[in-house]
């Protein structure tokens, strides 16, 4: 300070002093507030869900709000809206999967046909081969990651089956051909068998059967497409109600089958992660449906293609104990390590084995109440033509008709999500239509006449905003369950609905339902034009690839860091001050949003499809928005993720060195050259 400036300081009275020091005092305590803040904002929030705050220059503020689409009534509408997509389309008919012949499994086997069959618990050779010897080696549980088999037997056509699953070694009379292959089916009950465990049916008049047939990617619309005479039947014969609404919570299989199975989300399960700590085994942690039906007496199946990408197993720890009395799993571990391709099994179709088994669970067990669910997926996870497997379903529809089965059995065919890859997803439509799989309940006469209601219910919430969770519930009532520490364990935060006895509200939104915004079906989204050079696009993707980056630094010595590359698309949509209110009640990580706050200009979400480098990587992300005005500086852009980045082209080995440290990085990580596969 000079000395000029000295002496006309101490003329200032006290006060007057004072004053221009608790002036400066506090102006440094407010850029140390707003310093911790933004701090606070970037590095203190929950680290699933990653924030940021940055100061803007006014231009660059300016060309954001200007770039915005205006707020209209549309935009304030609370409820859900299904959107209006069509079934076809000359982009989507130029894209169709190409025709699978009839006799596919025959030429890609190399004529390799099938020995032997299975049914009602016995093993056959069929005719041609009936003076062969073969032997059976069964199928041992190790462990939900492992199977292995036992010491071989003989076996002779007409036997019982040695174990739930075996592998079949046989030879000619000649010995000039051989035969192996692992068969499995449903094994008759007996006093110490699979199948006599749970407890004993009580009000067994209320018990209902259900058997539920599950596809891998597949939408609602593209089960029309692909599946036309199996639809067909459900709807026409079966008198099956499709859910119109019926939208996912997550990526993946996980998220649509652990709410369906367990009635909780895969965001609120307990850690059961490979590679994280603490993390324990599904059934030590979760309540599954399987146990509530087996304590009232139910015979369980349980089956899943593709085991080696196993739902509970590739990502989690899966299973302590075997949750079904007939558990498929350990037989297809053994079985599809053997296939020469996922489709086939020598001559038949990889599907009518697993098909076959619920049969069998119908045809043994007539008195006991029973509970099928099976997943297939070496079909529709690769986008094939899925003729072959409309024409097994056909098949197995006409048997359960023939059967009498829909006097006492519900069947439900759905799927978990629509196609994650190709063209087609990487549109609007194929957006869409990944967030809405098939869903679709055919309820049994029995249950018709027992709940009057049922299927007006039913009809009335098929075009309301549904979601897994609420199946679950539904799958409950349907097998005559009306009560479950289920749904006790599923949390208070979200409300669910017995789709056959309660009404969805019309009023439904997707934070209502618990539906992040990445997956919901809901928003109106308007296109933005050149989104490489529009500022909040361009922000919004380098949050986003950030965000991978972050995912994968704790892996940095395996994983390469990524560059945004290119913004190819990008949608907004402006939230309506009712929906900012609404969200801070999902999650306080929301709390910057809050349309109470008077700094607030807008708010809303990004849909963005963009390129990384240089691994090439095709995703797209939801990005949640906010723009405030600061009173003491420059304008702030709030970004928030609403969920992880979907990849949506194929990394294929890419990622090897995380398949068994951090699974869950895989569509993130691009490996650095030299890493070895998988290290431990």
């Not at 179709?349 to 619920?358: F, H, K, P, T």
């Amino acid at each position: 300070m000079s000395l000029k400036t000295r002496r006309i300081f101490k003329r200032l009275t006290f006060n007057t002093r004072f004053s221009l020091w608790s002036l400066v005092i506090l102006s440094i305590a407010c850029l140390s507030c707003t310093a911790t803040i933004l701090w606070f904002f970037n590095h203190a929030l929950p680290s699933d869900y990653m924030q940021y705050a940055e100061a803007l220059e006014e231009e660059h503020f300016n060309a954001i709000i200007n770039s915005l689409p205006p707020k209209t009534e549309e935009f304030s509408k609370r409820n859900c809206q299904s959107p209006n997509l069509p079934l076809e389309t000359k982009f989507i008919h130029d894209h169709r999967p190409v025709p699978m012949p009839a006799d596919f499994c025959w030429k890609a086997g190399g004529s390799a046909e099938n020995w032997l069959r299975v049914s009602e618990s016995r093993v056959y050779l069929k005719p041609k081969f009936s003076g062969s010897s073969c032997t059976a080696e069964p199928v041992v549980w190790v462990d939900d990651q492992s199977s292995e088999f036992g010491s071989a037997r003989p076996l002779r056509s007409g036997d019982e089956l040695p174990s739930l699953g075996f592998r079949a070694s046989c030879q000619s009379p000649d010995r000039t051909s051989r035969h192996s292959s692992v068969y499995y089916g449903v094994k008759r009950a007996t006093s110490s068998a699979a199948g006599s465990r749970g407890g004993s049916p009580t009000d067994s008049s209320e018990l209902g059967n259900v058997i539920m047939l599950g596809l891998d990617s597949l939408s609602r619309l593209e089960s029309l497409r692909s599946l036309p005479r199996a639809s067909r039947i459900m709807q026409d014969r079966l008198g099956a109600i499709t859910l119109q609404q019926y939208n996912i919570m997550g990526d993946g299989t996980p998220a649509a089958l652990l709410p369906i199975l367990t009635g909780i989300r895969e965001a609120d399960m307990p850690e059961s992660r490979k590679g994280f700590a603490g993390a324990r085994f599904l059934d030590d942690s979760l309540r599954w449906i399987f146990q509530d039906l087996r304590d009232r007496g139910f015979v369980t199946l349980y089956g899943e293609e593709q085991s080696a990408y196993g739902t509970f197993q590739l990502r989690f720890h899966g299973f302590r104990r075997q949750p079904t009395d007939f558990y498929l799993r350990p037989a297809l571990l053994q079985q599809e390590r053997l296939q020469t391709n996922a489709i086939c099994i020598g001559d038949e179709i990889a599907s009518a084995r697993m098909l076959s088994a619920v049969k069998d669970l119908f045809t043994l067990y007539p008195d006991r109440p029973k509970f099928a669910f099976t997943f297939f997926s070496s079909l529709s996870h690769e986008n094939q033509d899925l003729s072959p497997m409309d024409a097994e379903l056909v098949k197995f529809l006409d048997w359960f008709e023939a059967a009498n089965l829909s006097s006492n059995t519900s069947i439900i065919l759905m799927s978990d999500h629509g196609q994650r890859h190709g063209p087609l997803r990487n549109s609007m439509q194929g957006k869409l239509e990944e967030s809405l799989p098939l869903m679709s309940i055919a309820l049994s006469r029995q249950l018709m006449s027992r709940k009057k209601d049922a299927a007006e219910t039913l009809r009335t919430n098929a075009n309301r905003l549904t979601t897994p969770v609420d199946i679950h519930r539904t799958l409950l009532n349907l097998s005559g369950l009306r009560d479950s520490t289920t749904l006790a364990a599923g949390g208070a935060s979200l409300t669910s609905y017995s789709l056959i006895d309660e009404a969805v509200p019309e009023t439904r939104s997707c934070s209502d339902a618990g539906i992040p915004t990445h997956w919901c079906s809901c928003l109106r989204l308007k296109k933005i034009q050149e989104p490489s050079s529009n500022e909040l696009a361009v922000r919004a993707a380098r949050f986003a690839v950030n965000q991978m980056n972050s995912a994968t630094e704790p892996f940095r010595h395996l994983c390469q860091e990524l560059q945004l590359g290119n913004v190819t698309e990008a949608e907004v949509s402006l939230a309506s001050e009712d929906l900012a209110r609404r969200e801070r009640h999902v999650s306080w990580r929301y709390v910057a949003y809050n349309a109470e706050n008077s700094a607030l200009l807008a708010a809303g979400y990004l849909t963005l499809r963009l390129v990384t480098e240089p691994n090439g990587g095709l995703f797209e992300a939801s990005v949640q928005f906010g723009l405030q005005r600061s009173r003491f500086g420059s304008p702030l852009l709030l970004l928030s993720s609403t969920s992880e980045a979907s990849r949506i082209n194929r990394y294929g080995s890419q990622a090897h060195c995380v398949t068994e440290v951090a699974p869950h990085l895989r569509k993130f990580c691009l490996c650095r050259t030299g890493v070895s596969d998988s290290p431990s």
